[in-house]
């Protein structure tokens, strides 16, 4: 579990450096001593289990252990302006349900703080995961669903993903992700074009359409069609009825179990269509920007669907 962890990090690293207040900031990326004086600052008798740290390279990860077993992996990278962090956890599979619901609902607080501490970006983006943890509250119920809420405070965005993971079905797997706008702007486009990428290996066709076109591009109950269309989004606001997202949907970028939506009209010199946008931390002026955007066209009782799930700058 720690390789694959450890796996995860190094990818998500890597992805942003191929291309990442009131309180003084650490400088990136994290070096063993800087992670080893927080966790004494927050009194966490935990040990750094493995270490790499290449300055030269603008990126590190590190990875500490609790007595109760749990695993957390540190990402950081600095490169062109860029500041990111990512935090990921991994549960061990002998936790019964009880362990994992006290996990979620205590520990976990310690290593948000941890993690806040350690990006520097002081008391609101702490109140920030304070508010998640209270509004997010796990119960036994909720063990077999995932969830991602992100949040924006002032140039910093935040999110927390919790997955499910192995064969009890169960959220042993999880992230924190801190990074400025930079970083998140660049973070957007690499993953767009790993997108472009991954439909070349896996064979699925991602079309490139004007607004006009996207409008007659045909599908049926059974089927998505992937679509990549450049332009603005207008008349954004919180959607009335969010869509339900089938199954048959297929994307690494979009939470199939999202509650929270934008409604937009999407604009180019050809036309505009009203599309359905995943909630993320960027605002209505970024929105509004000129972007490729990648969407998913599905039907719902035989009327089509379009939701954009990944929003890049050109």
């Known amino acids: 579990m720690k390789k694959k962890l450890a796996a995860l990090l190094c990818a998500i690293t ?10 003084q900031p650490y400088t990136f990326p994290l070096l063993e001593q800087d992670l080893q004086m927080e966790l004494t600052k927050q009194k966490l008798d935990v040990e750094i289990a493995q270490h790499d740290e290449n300055p030269m390279d603008e990126h590190s990860i590190l990875v500490v252990k609790d007595d109760l077993g749990v695993t957390y992996g540190f990402a950081t990278t600095a490169k062109d302006g860029y500041r990111f962090l990512h935090m990921a956890w991994t549960i061990p599979p002998q936790f019964t349900d009880e ?20 990006y520097g970006s002081g008391a609101k983006t702490k109140k920030s995961f304070d508010n998640y943890l209270k509004d997010n509250e796990v119960t036994e119920e909720h063990l077999s669903t995932g969830d991602f809420w992100t949040d924006r405070q002032a140039d910093t965005h935040i999110s927390i993903h919790r997955r499910i993971y192995g ?3 169960r959220i042993r797997l999880g992230y924190v992700t801190m990074m400025n706008g930079d970083a998140y702007e660049h973070l957007l486009k690499s993953t767009s074009d790993a997108w472009v990428k991954r439909s070349e290996l896996e064979s699925f066709e991602i079309q490139n359409c004007t607004v006009s076109e996207l409008t007659a591009v045909v599908t049926d109950e059974s089927t998505a069609k992937y679509i990549r269309a450049t332009g603005h989004l207008e008349d954004i606001k919180e959607a009335e009825t969010p869509p339900v997202l089938p199954k048959i949907l297929y994307s690494s970028t979009l939470d199939l179990n999202a509650k929270e ?6 604009v180019d010199d050809t036309g505009s269509v009203d599309v359905f946008v995943q909630k993320t931390s960027m605002i209505d002026s970024e929105l509004n ?11 719902d009782q035989g009327k089509p669907v379009y939701v954009v799930h990944l929003s890049a700058l050109k």
């Open 99 to 118: 362990e994992v619901v006290n996990f979620y609902n205590s520990q976990l607080k310690k290593y948000l703080g941890l993690t806040n501490a350690l």
């Open 289 to 299: 920007m000129e972007r490729q955007h990648d969407i998913l066209l599905y039907l």
């Open 14 to 23: 890597m992805l942003l450096t191929a291309c990442g207040g009131e309180v």
């Open 261 to 266: 939506f934008l409604s937009a009209k999407l």
């Open 167 to 169: 064969s009890e079905n």
